[in-house]
């Protein structure tokens, strides 16, 4: 059974940082590349960052580039979203992506919330 599990999310402060992780299960990993999106109400879901298979290439949406870093530990079967200098306009549900030919695996988000 496919799983994508997020955490990390929460309430923060405009310039503060969080990190988010989502842990796979039911699939090899490693052949996987995976991305982060994020969605906020009446909006569609905006691609956020993709790291590759290799963990050698990494793409950013210009929006968040320069605040928010991905990366995998394929040993723990896990990709992190380090998210720093949090705007108010970061604010939705982040939702973890696991792509590969046809298969597209989505975990149930983790809502981070930008705020004072």
């Known amino acids: 059974q496919v799983q994508l599990v997020e955490s990390g999310g929460g309430l923060v402060q405009p310039g503060g940082s969080l990190r988010l992780s989502c842990a796979a299960s039911?699939?090899?990993?490693?052949?996987?590349?995976m991305s982060w999106y994020r969605q906020v109400p009446g909006k569609e879901r905006e691609r956020v960052a993709t790291i590759g298979s290799a963990d050698t290439n990494t793409n950013y949406a210009g929006s968040v580039k320069g605040r928010f870093t991905i990366s995998r530990d394929n040993a723990k079967n896990t990709v992190y979203l380090e998210m720093n200098n949090l705007k108010p306009e970061d604010t939705a549900v982040y939702y973890c992506n696991a792509r590969r030919l046809l298969y597209n695996y989505w975990g149930q988000g983790t809502q981070v919330t930008v705020s004072s």
């Open positions: 039911g699939f090899t990993f490693s052949y996987f590349g």
